[in-house]
Structures are given as structure tokens and as C-alpha cells.
């Protein structure tokens, strides 16, 4: 029991992570609150059903389609609909959230309201002690884990990396050191696409498929990124598997209230922005962002 709790724990954390931390890298360079980043993980989870149950081929090539297709959409998304009014927040808001309505409304159009699954990776289990853990549950952690030292590894060991985290500095100061801010922001929505399509590709197996699944994980993760601290990519990854680890203990040792998971999850976010109104990291996110 305690063996599921910890993967489950782990799978939600690790999912959320991925989304937090590609709504987080958006935000810390572009300064903008993208409503539609889920519906990105929603897209991915329909490509993955429909090049598989529709289409009939393999997974390795539903991946890679359902994985550029939803960083095209994104990048179009973003290059027709945001960047020439990104520096409007408001505006901005409105027309992702209008876009993650028009994208789940797409979806109803083409595959109804109903509930959809799509094909595990790789089939099977394992069994800890006594508990059945399956290998989907496995691989979804080991591709979180290896997406997020990735992204680590991005941000502080590369030309690419240090000209994100100058221009999350200061956009002024990254275009005079001869940075070329439009390119960053554009390869920046296009990583944070593909978080997103990466966390809908090995969670479309786990989770159902419908039209809304973007609703839930996008309210989540906006209170990840705040109790991180907004921007704070370290904070919105431990952010996530605090809220993982919540989510998971009340599904586990409270069946009767599995639908309150979400509840108590903000909850908890709540009682830790009272203690710490910055959030985890917000003192370090004044002075560095990424």
C-alpha cells in the first residue's frame, strides 16, 4: 500500500512538474500568464489517441507526431494570437483562455464528449513487496525525471540557457547585450509546448481523455507556480510534489473523500502562502528568476 502511495505521489508530482515548470519558464521570460498552457497536455493526450486507436500505428510514431504536432500548434498559437500583444497581460489571459475553450471545443467537434484511453507504453507491471506497480507508472516517472535534469541541464550549462535567464533578468538589458528576445521568447513557448505535450504523452495512458481534462491540471498548476514562488522554476518543481504528495495521501488514506483531493490540495497551498506569502522561493525569484 505504502509502495503505491509513493509512486502515485511521485507520478502526479512529476506530471504537475513538467506543467508548472513550462507555465513557470513562459512566465519568468515573457512575464505572461499563458490560461492555455494545459490544453497543450489535453492536445497531446488526443494525438495519442487518435494516431493509435484511429489511425493504427505504433507508439513510438504517435509520440513523435502527437509531440511536434502540439509544439507546432503552440508555437502558431503563440506567433498569430500573442506575441504582438504579450506585453498586455490582461489581453493576454483573455485570448489564452479563449484559445484553450476554442481548442477543447475542437475536440468535442471531432471526438465528442466522451471518455477516451489511450494504449499504455509499455504494458505490464511489477510487483514491490506485495504491490502490483505498473511499468507505465514506472516510465512516467523516469521521463519526468530525465525531462526535468534536461531542462536543468538547459538553463545552466548552455548558450540557449543563459540567454533565457538574461532575458527573465531583464528583457532591456539581454536586447542591448545583443540577445535576440523575440527568438528567446519564441524558443521558450516552444520548450513550455513541449513540456506540456510530454506530460500528455505519458499521462493519456493513466488518465481519462475527454475534452475538460485541461481544467483541473491548469488551476493546480497555477497554485503550484504561486506557491513556488511565480517564476521560481526550483520552487514550481518542489511546489508540484508537495501538491502531488497531498493529492496522493488523501486519495489513498481517504477513499470516501478521493474528490476532495483537489480541495485539500489548495488548501495546503493556502496555509503555506500564510506562513509565506512570497511563496518557497519568492525572495529568490527578486533576484533571480531561473
Known amino acids: ?36 498552457h494545459t490544453s497543450f497536455l489535453m ?16 507508439v513510438f510514431t504517435a509520440i513523435l507526431i502527437s509531440l511536434v504536432a502540439t509544439v507546432v500548434i503552440g508555437l502558431v498559437s503563440y506567433k498569430l494570437f500573442i506575441d504582438r500583444i504579450r506585453e498586455h497581460e490582461v489581453t493576454v ?27 499504455t507504453l509499455i504494458p505490464g507491471f511489477i510487483e514491490v513487496l506485495g504491490v502490483k506497480i505498473s511499468y507505465q507508472h514506472l516510465l512516467t516517472i523516469a521521463v519526468v525525471a530525465v525531462v526535468l535534469v534536461a531542462i536543468w541541464l538547459l538553463l545552466t550549462r548552455t548558450k540557449l540557457g543563459i540567454a533565457i535567464r538574461a532575458t527573465a533578468q531583464d528583457t532591456e538589458v539581454a536586447n542591448l547585450m545583443g ?5 528567446i521568447l519564441f524558443i521558450a513557448m516552444g520548450v513550455a509546448a513541449g513540456l506540456a505535450a510530454i506530460a500528455g504523452i505519458v499521462v493519456a495512458p493513466l488518465w481519462v481523455v475527454y475534452p475538460y481534462m485541461w481544467m483541473n491540471p491548469l488551476v493546480m498548476i497555477m497554485a503550484i507556480v504561486v506557491l513556488g514562488g511565480l517564476g521560481s522554476i526550483k520552487g514550481s518543481v518542489i511546489g508540484a510534489f508537495i501538491i502531488g504528495l497531498v493529492e496522493a495521501a488523501v486519495v489513498f488514506y481517504l477513499p470516501g473523500g478521493a474528490f476532495l483531493r483537489g480541495a485539500i490540495a489548495l488548501l495546503v ?12 522561493y519568492g525572495i529568490v525569484f527578486e533576484e533571480e528568476r531561473l
Open 179 to 183: 540577445i535576440n528576445v523575440s527568438r
Open 43 to 58: 492536445l497531446a493526450a488526443y494525438g495519442m489517441f487518435y494516431t493509435t486507436y484511429r489511425l493504427g500505428l505504433d
Open 93 to 119: 489571459m483573455l485570448i489564452t483562455l479563449a484559445l484553450a475553450t476554442i481548442f477543447q471545443e475542437c475536440m468535442v467537434l471531432a471526438f465528442g464528449a466522451h471518455f477516451r484511453e489511450a494504449p
Open 269 to 280: 497551498m493556502v496555509i503555506l502562502l500564510v506562513v509565506r506569502p512570497e511563496g518557497l
Open 1 to 36: 500500500m505504502f509502495q503505491a502511495f509513493v509512486i502515485q505521489a511521485l507520478v502526479t508530482g512529476g506530471v504537475y512538474a513538467l506543467l508548472a515548470v513550462g507555465f513557470s519558464l513562459i512566465f519568468g521570460v515573457a512575464r505572461m500568464v499563458n490560461l492555455a
